[in-house]
């Protein structure tokens, strides 16, 4: 700030009612001095003035207050600002005006113990843990061999299956297995020919190119019945007995819990159409919904537990990203089921055990923190005004705020006053 715009600040001061310490009690005599009473001060003027009269005593006064007083402004600016750590704000008040504001201060409480957040959350099953079974052909569904809510093993067949398109896989199977036949008796003619030299070798290399490739269209032809739910019996039983089979049964591929069926018997279905939702109930998740003012608060690894429920867990992630509508994000939570006491779908409260973080946690009147460009803040007691100082918000209530700053057992913040002390915060901050 230059000179001229500390004059402009005192006289900002002077106009608003303000009068700061140093206008009263000893510094009172600079303001009546009389610049020409010493005839050195006089001498020195004509010096550098030759030619030219002394100005009156009334313009050297004005203008030795008008320092005097940025002078003293500018003091007490830079003594608040040596108080401000990093991302601290300096608010330069005397007491004559923290009075005239109504501005009250109290000491923060240190919290010893670890702050829970009760929220809203819904249990959910782990994507990784859900499989679906699925049509290997379309057809017609014979039957549903197994309910909603039933638990299966693994292997265990679950539906029944008829389908033209695997009556047709059996019989390109049946076909490659007659050509791969065909091949292979062709192939051992031309071997007899050319060890009696009675054929040249290339019709030797391309029976054996004919042969291989037979060979390879009945092992397509075999896996593709594997997929469409024949086991490898069925498959040496269609091989030996050419009888073609007209359904299929089809097989869970995992165990675990059906937690939907999606479809019944009669319907008509395509190809890898889902049947079945097959899940592991154990572990579960839990999707906590966080308020966006409470986000820095949470991390991963915190402690969560279900109160009603008995189960408990920890946090593993964190979104990232902010729904627009609920101002909210979703924090995921592993949680054991506690003996299936807890079921997927269940909405219910979620207490987050917050850790305690580098900076300690202290209670402070809920009127004590503010708002400001979207950062939450409390003010100071500082030796020539206030510091404002950016806190992290943990929990609310309606009389006290759980925040955790950089404050000390003896530090007092502002309680009452607040508005005054957010205007110069505003002003503050915008210059």
Do not use: C
Not at 166 to 192: G, K, T, W
Not at 260 to 281: E, F, N
């Amino acid at each position: 700030m230059n000179l001229i715009e500390e004059f402009n600040g005192a006289g900002f001061a002077l106009r608003n009612g303000r009068r700061p310490s140093y206008l009263t009690g000893n510094d009172a005599p600079l303001w009546r001095i009389n610049p020409w009473s010493s005839s050195m001060h006089l001498s020195r003027w004509r010096a550098a003035h030759p030619g030219s009269a002394p100005p009156k005593s009334g313009a050297l006064m004005a203008t030795a207050r008008l320092v005097t007083l940025a002078l003293g402004l500018s003091a007490a600016a830079h003594s608040v600002a040596a108080q401000a750590g990093e991302g601290d704000i300096a608010i330069a008040l005397d007491e004559r005006e923290v009075r005239f504001a109504g501005i009250t201060t109290t000491k923060p409480d240190r919290e010893q113990l670890d702050v829970e957040l009760s929220l809203p959350g819904t249990v959910a099953i782990p994507p990784q843990q859900l499989r679906i079974v699925a049509a290997p052909a379309s057809g017609l569904i014979e039957s549903m061999l197994i309910a909603s809510d039933e638990a299966v093993k693994g292997g265990e067949p679950v539906a029944h299956l008829r389908s033209m398109e695997i009556v047709e896989a059996q019989r390109q199977f049946l076909a490659s297995l007659s050509d791969e036949a065909l091949a292979a008796d062709r192939l051992r003619r031309i071997q007899m020919l050319v060890e009696a030299r009675a054929t040249p070798e290339r019709e030797l290399r391309a029976a054996e190119t004919a042969a291989t490739n037979a060979k390879a269209h009945l092992d397509e032809r075999r896996q593709i019945l594997a997929l469409m739910e024949l086991s490898p019996t069925e498959i040496e039983n269609l091989q030996s007995s050419r009888k073609i089979l007209p359904s299929v049964t089809v097989h869970a591929p995992v165990g675990g819990m059906v937690v939907k069926r999606h479809v019944s018997p009669g319907a008509r279905v395509d190809a890898a159409a889902p049947l079945y939702t097959i899940a592991k109930l154990e572990p579960l998740w839990v999707s906590i919904q966080v308020p966006a003012s409470r986000l820095p608060a949470i991390s991963v690894g915190d402690a969560v537990d279900l109160p009603a429920y008995g189960a408990k867990g920890r946090i593993i992630r964190v979104a990232r990203t902010i729904d627009a509508q609920t101002q909210s994000a979703s924090a995921i939570a592993e949680i054991d089921t506690n003996g299936a006491a807890v079921r997927p779908g269940l909405a219910t409260t979620v207490t987050v055990r917050l850790n305690q973080g580098p900076d300690p946690q202290w209670s402070v009147p809920a009127a004590s923190v503010v708002r400001h460009r979207d950062r939450s803040w409390v003010f100071v007691k500082a030796r020539e005004g206030f510091i404002a100082r950016p806190v992290q918000v943990i929990a609310e209530s309606p009389s006290r705020t759980s925040i955790r700053a950089d404050l000390a057992a003896d530090d007092e913040v502002a309680d009452r006053g607040i508005i005054s002390l957010l205007a110069e915060l505003a002003l503050a901050d915008k210059n």
